[in-house]
């Protein structure tokens, strides 16, 4: 693994930076090569402390996903200069306009997009649309040393915000870069990405906890983590998948469970409603109304309790005791108002193969920066949200077909607030359409095990 990686060039002047002269190297404990030199500086009487020593640091994150390549995030590194760093005496905590801030704690670090923010703001300019990773980093606390009050630093542990995932992360079998659909608003993804800072970058205290999956009923409001990055491989841990398409759950949106103790499989909200749409098409097309169901006939041995008393009952002539049941002539059904919905299995498109991206070296710089009012530690990091490869078009979309030929004709909303179980509810859109219903509500089935949720 190569070690440190390439810093940003500083375009801003020096007195806008909080000074920060270490640096962090990330070794292989297996590299000869590393061992050969180290034993080669020995051999030539060069000093010790001038050689920076291996450290291990045991990673305090957890995913409960798996890595493919490393169990474990713990990580081997070096500081340098090794000696300036070991000369300085080790705290617990330190203090900073008053707050205290501990090692294993959780803080918000200011970088040129918060500090840019802020001049805005007290310069009464209007505010931009931003991204979350435009707001001040987030970062563990792992060793806080100080030769003076004056010289305050912390090596700490990055946390990123997903928009900040850069080109050539392995999520599971592809190639990411950036937010993935499953991200949540409030969630950080967790990282062994070791950095040292100047602690006047610190701008506050945050809270961050890990979300464990298992415990579904659990709303996030606050920063959350729940995947982590491991720097030396490019790689996210796993998440759980769930639902038909086999996908992880955004906890910002809403899951359905399936009910049966042989299934209980979750469900995106999104791919219940695409379903209905799908089936509902299929049944009735751009012209066919729908129809209620027709009501069920009773069996024959329901009918006979019914019947009114026999002339024997009654004391008419026996004779006269049959009676002629007058059907009238069955009508041909139409098309499209039968009970049973014919499902056609229709060719999904396969993933699109990732393209084949070369994992760069690029990390984020550890100096600080300290702007007017809010000081910053590290120059932005570019992690621009590319495009996404473009997927192989369906049969019919050559020739200017869409895919999804329902979108328009109906509107489908799942409701779970009404007591009972949960049911879709359709609204069809459709104009010039005799007779039929235009609402209608059908009860919710699972997507993988085909029963009715209850």
């Keep these: 693994m190569a ?7 500083r375009q801003e002047p020096e007195d806008n930076r909080a000074e920060c002269p270490f640096k962090i190297d990330v070794v292989n404990p297996d590299d000869k090569d590393s061992k050969r030199k180290s034993k080669k500086r020995k051999t030539e009487g060069e000093d010790e402390d001038a050689t920076a020593k291996v ?15 490393h169990e474990t995030m713990d990580l081997y590194f070096k500081v340098s200069p090794p000696k300036k760093w070991t000369d300085m005496t080790r705290y617990n905590s330190f203090v900073l306009n008053g707050v205290k801030y501990f090692s294993e704690g959780f803080i918000y670090v200011a970088n040129d997009s918060s500090i840019e923010r802020q001049k805005a703001a007290n310069d009464n300019k209007p505010m931009q649309i931003r991204k979350k990773s435009d707001d001040d980093w987030v970062a563990r606390i792992l060793e806080i040393r100080a030769s003076d009050e004056h010289h305050v630093y912390a090596r700490i542990y990055w946390m990123y ?79 759980d998948l769930v639902c038909l398409c086999n996908t992880p759950a955004n906890p910002d949106r809403k899951l359905l469970g399936c009910t049966v103790e042989a299934c209980k499989k979750w469900m995106h909200e999104e791919c219940i409603i695409e379903d209905a ?29 019914q019947r009114p008393l026999s002339p024997s009952d009654t004391g008419a002539d026996v004779s006269a005791q049959h009676s002629i049941d007058v059907k009238a002539e069955a009508e041909p059904a139409q098309n499209g108002s039968g009970n049973v919905d014919v499902k056609q299995t229709e060719e999904e498109d396969g993933p699109t193969a990732p393209e084949d991206v070369a994992p760069s070296s690029g990390r984020r710089s550890a100096s600080a920066a300290a702007g007017t009012g809010t000081p910053s530690t590290k120059l932005v990091l570019k992690s621009a949200s590319g495009r996404k490869g473009g997927k192989p078009k369906k049969k019919g979309e050559a020739n200017g077909e869409t895919s999804r030929p329902w979108e328009g004709l109906f509107e489908v909303t799942l409701n779970t607030e009404k007591n009972g179980p949960p049911v879709l509810e359709f609204r069809d859109l459709r104009e010039g359409i005799v007779g039929g219903e235009k609402t209608w509500t059908e009860p919710v089935k699972c997507l993988l095990c085909a029963t009715t949720v209850n």
Excluded at 3 to 9: I, L
């Design 3 to 9: 070690s440190s990686a390439r810093k940003r060039p």
């Design 55 to 69: 450290n291990l640091q045991m990673s305090p994150f957890a995913p409960c996903g798996k890595f493919k390549k």
């Design 161 to 239: 915000w997903p928009d900040e995932l850069p080109a050539g992360t392995l999520d599971g079998k592809k190639f990411v870069q950036g937010r993935q659909p499953y991200h949540g608003m409030n969630e950080l993804v967790a990282s062994n990405h070791m950095d040292i800072i100047n602690v006047v970058s610190v701008t506050s205290q945050a809270t961050v906890r890990q979300w464990f999956e298992e415990n579904d009923e659990e709303i996030q409001h606050a920063l959350y983590w729940r995947q982590a990055f491991d720097v030396r491989s490019y790689e996210l841990s796993s998440v």
């Design 277 to 305: 749409l799908q089936s509902t098409y299929k049944r009735l097309g751009a012209d066919k109304p729908h129809l209620p169901p027709e009501p069920i006939k009773k069996a024959e041995s329901e009918i006979e309790g």
